[in-house]
């Protein structure tokens, strides 16, 4: 009977359930957030934070795209590739036929690559990790063809005003990006915790034969998952060309990817699958731009942020795993 | 329960043979108390029978003396020693041998390497020495009775072949206990045999053996002692021969509702729901012809590796037939995928239950809402109060014991996993269903609850077709049971015709 009495009031216990996989990394957070306050007066000013939010923006996207494909417990390796290609493919045609056309073929040419991932995996059934570490070339590969190797520039005026109110403009107090970051978000917890499609990645990734056998189509599922994450790595791409408003070939080539695929670990996604979600990835995007926005304010060079990223990943993996074992 | 023998009294004293002593053994996990003060006490040379319903504590019992739980409270003492192992490798270098239910081997190494994996035989430089491996695992192979060469991938292995694997794996380091989970859940009659015979010599050299069955015949000429845990407490020890089945059940159960054999009522209406005609796969099951009638439990019985799985996957979609057809309520369908076996009206409850029957990862009213999430969408998406309400309806109603339906489905007991299981599809609009093995290594309570359930299902009008090798499950339910061995249907029984004898003759020697 105690199994009836509870559902009776399951609403509330649902909305009041704290998720404990998020209690490390927001604790990270917080205590963070304390020492460089402390450390730094430049810190905690409207400007600072309002920026951090900014260059979060596109990062938080990718890595919404990225978790849909650790909940299945995959990858997308291509994420990257696909942010230089956006750029160049936007600033080329904008060049000749202005920003709308060049934000539908910008985008379009990233939803396509996501979209030929999902074939590939979902279905002729072959690794994530290899279609899209083959993609992250051949993409890459494409963006340097397409520019000539080197930065598109010389967009047209009206045009490229409208293109850079999406990667660095305001609506009211409001910056564009956060606003479009928060909306992608928000359809993504929708879509995973609210829709079938969304429980069957989570089935999948948990055991994917169970799925099988329970009638999901896990073909159609996975090319979801990867039309999802190239998806939402195109609109980054669309954001960050907006922000240096030029199409650049090696706009993805840096650490963006492993920023995207490190962020979503920190938050407490399984690589495994079947755990995890949407806001445990925001938590993890707040932590890693949080510290490299602290760092640079402390004058701490790059390459030491690097180790120190670095070492945050693995504790936060290795925090899951005690999390896990204690159970 | 006056009528059976009580522990003497000098059984829980010191006795210098003792090799185990459990004394209050508690445990609890979130929500359930797993372990409430439980005594037990293993004696050198002797064969002791671990027995209980689904839940009743074996498997935590047996995973604390392995050393892969720890216990809140109470006293573990190796030969009057007291011991608390923090690793599994503590105690197996103590001499516990464990042989779990769940087979852990690596399907991707040779057998020699699975059965040394931990405690590799080395030459100079650390090395592997493959040649000492290989001996000494064929050595084990042969007192095991496995045929098959060492260096065989375990891959290649049925389960039948597996557990012998798993057994010889056991027996690699000297043991000073050893402890079997349900061994021959998966073995075929001569391996069972051979099994006993090797539990007896090891016995006779000294080794404790703990041995969990549900098969109750089993126990009766190997065992010299059994233990009986109910609800977590010990129901108490007795001498094997001072137990019969009834009385064994009536411990289990805790009153004696099932001592009786479980008797269903036909209801076998005439439209044929389910029809298979030559159906066929070279080398798996041939020309294998029937039909099954709405509200008809039909059982297909035979031999481990007789094609009865393969069947029941091809009909599901998992596999395609090479020629012949399958019917249902009298149209041809050929699935290619289970997602349009389960469009068609099919439901299989698979063997391997936690393969391919539950996620353990998933919350319980997850896995139950999974084939039928469609049904849950509103407006604002899926409805999870709606799947949670679904699933605490069938959890009632199928007695599943668990704290909350957002339990994962791991943290359940086999028992309750397999009517997870059956919750899952009972839900389907599915007219045939099908069952493979479906009350393997459950409890006899929850194995009568099953039974029931199915003969309702069959009452409902649906069809029932059931693979098992369980003969007294084979005359409990069928109405007509069909024998298959090497991959052909070689006799088939009504309920005039059926009997146990009959059977075995039927599947042995055709």
């Known amino acids: 009977m105690a199994v009836i009495s509870k559902s009776s009031d399951s609403r509330r216990s649902w909305s009041l359930r704290i998720d404990p996989a998020v209690v490390g990394p927001g604790l990270a957070l917080i205590l963070m957030l304390a020492v460089y306050s402390v450390a730094s007066p430049h810190f905690l000013t409207v400007q600072n934070i309002t920026n951090v939010f900014v260059q979060s923006a596109p990062l938080l996207i990718l890595a919404t795209g990225q978790t849909f494909a650790l909940l299945m417990g995959g990858l997308d390796l291509s994420q990257g590739s696909i942010v230089s290609l956006v750029s160049v493919v936007t600033a080329g045609v904008m060049i000749n036929y202005g920003i709308a056309p060049a934000a539908v073929a910008g985008i379009a040419s990233g939803v396509v690559v996501g979209i030929i991932n999902g074939f590939l995996i979902g279905r002729f059934r072959i690794q994530p990790f290899i279609v899209t570490l083959g993609m992250l070339y051949m993409i890459a590969g494409a963006a340097l063809v397409i520019s000539g190797g080197s930065t598109v520039f010389g967009l047209p005026r009206p045009d490229v005003d409208i293109f850079f109110w999406f990667g660095g403009g305001f609506i009211g107090p409001l910056p564009v990006p956060l606003v479009i970051a928060a909306i992608l978000l928000t359809v993504a917890y929708f879509v995973l915790a609210r829709t079938p499609i969304g429980r069957h990645i989570y089935a999948i990734g948990g055991n994917e034969q169970v799925a099988v056998m329970s009638g999901v189509d896990v073909g159609r599922t996975k090319i979801f998952i990867y039309f999802v994450s190239g998806t939402f790595a195109a609109i980054a791409g669309f954001l960050l060309s907006g922000r240096v408003i030029s199409g650049q070939p090696l706009l993805g080539a840096g650490d963006l990817l492993l920023q995207s695929i490190g962020a979503v670990i920190i938050g407490g996604t399984s690589i495994f699958g079947g755990r995890g979600g949407v806001f445990r990835t925001l938590l993890g995007v707040l932590v890693v731009t949080f510290m490299v926005n602290g760092l640079n304010l402390l004058a701490i060079s790059t390459f030491t942020q690097q180790v120190i990223v670095g070492a945050i990943i693995i504790l936060s993996a290795w925090l899951n795993a005690l999390r896990r074992g204690s159970r | ?510």
């Open chain 2, 1 to 510: 329960m006056t009528a059976v023998a009580t522990v003497p009294a000098n059984r829980f004293g010191i006795a210098p043979d003792e090799v185990l002593s459990v004394r209050g053994l508690r445990k609890t996990f979130p929500g359930v108390v797993a372990l409430g003060g439980v005594d037990f006490s293993l004696h050198r040379g002797e064969v002791h029978a671990l027995l209980g319903a689904n839940g009743a504590g074996k498997s935590t019992l047996i995973k604390i003396v392995a050393g892969l739980y720890q216990c809140d409270s109470g006293e573990i003492r190796l030969n009057g020693a007291p011991v608390a192992f923090g690793s599994t490798a503590e105690a197996a270098r103590a001499g516990i041998s464990v042989i779990y239910q769940d087979f852990a081997l690596v399907p991707d190494l040779s057998v020699a390497e699975n059965i040394f994996l931990g405690s590799e035989k080395t030459a100079k430089f650390g090395l592997i020495d493959r040649r000492a491996t290989h001996a000494e695992a064929r050595r084990l192979l042969d007192l095991v009775g496995a045929p098959f060469p060492t260096t065989t991938f375990v891959s290649e292995l049925g389960s039948g072949q597996r557990q012998l694997v798993e057994i010889a794996k056991a027996l690699r380091s000297e043991a000073k206990i050893l402890i079997l989970d349900e061994p021959t859940a998966s073995l075929s009659h001569a391996e069972s045999e051979r099994l006993f015979a090797l539990v007896r010599h090891l016995a006779a050299s000294g080794v404790g053996i703990v041995y969990v069955s549900h098969r109750l015949e089993e126990i009766a000429p190997l065992v010299q002692w059994v233990t009986v845990l109910r609800d977590g407490l010990s129901a108490g020890t007795f001498p094997a021969e001072s137990l019969d089945r009834s009385k064994i059940i009536a411990l289990i159960t805790g009153d004696e509702r099932h001592s009786g054999r479980y008797a269903r009522e036909t209801s076998a209406l005439d439209a044929p729901a389910f029809e298979v005609n030559r159906l066929t796969r070279t080398g798996e099951f041939e020309d294998v012809t029937f039909t099954v009638r709405r509200g008809e439990i039909v059982v297909i019985t035979g031999l481990v590796g007789a094609g009865r799985t393969e069947f029941l996957e091809t009909v599901f979609g998992l596999r395609h037939a090479e020629c012949g057809e399958i019917r249902l309520a009298g149209k041809a369908i050929a699935p290619r995928t289970p997602r349009e076996a389960i469009a068609a009206g099919l439901a299989l409850i698979p063997e391997d239950r936690r393969g391919q029957g539950i996620s353990v990862v998933m919350p319980v009213y997850e896995n139950i809402a999974l084939p039928i999430l469609h049904r849950f969408v509103s407006r604002f998406g899926l409805a999870i109060r709606q799947e949670i309400a679904h699933a605490e309806g069938l959890i009632s109603r199928l007695n599943i014991r668990m704290p909350d339906a957002r339990t994962p489905a791991g943290a359940l007991s086999g028992g309750n996993q397999q009517k997870v299981v059956l919750a899952k599809w009972l839900s389907t609009d599915a007219t045939v269903l099908l069952f493979d093995e479906p009350t393997q290594g459950v409890d006899v309570a929850a194995k009568y609850e099953i039974y029931g359930l199915i003969d309702r299902l069959a009452a409902q009008g649906r069809a029932i077709l059931i693979v098992s090798s369980d003969l007294e499950e084979v005359l409990a339910l069928g109405d007509r049971a069909l024998a298959m061995r090497a991959g052909r249907i070689v006799a088939e029984f009504d309920s005039l015709t059926i009997s146990a004898n009959r059977i075995v003759e039927a599947i042995t020697h055709g």
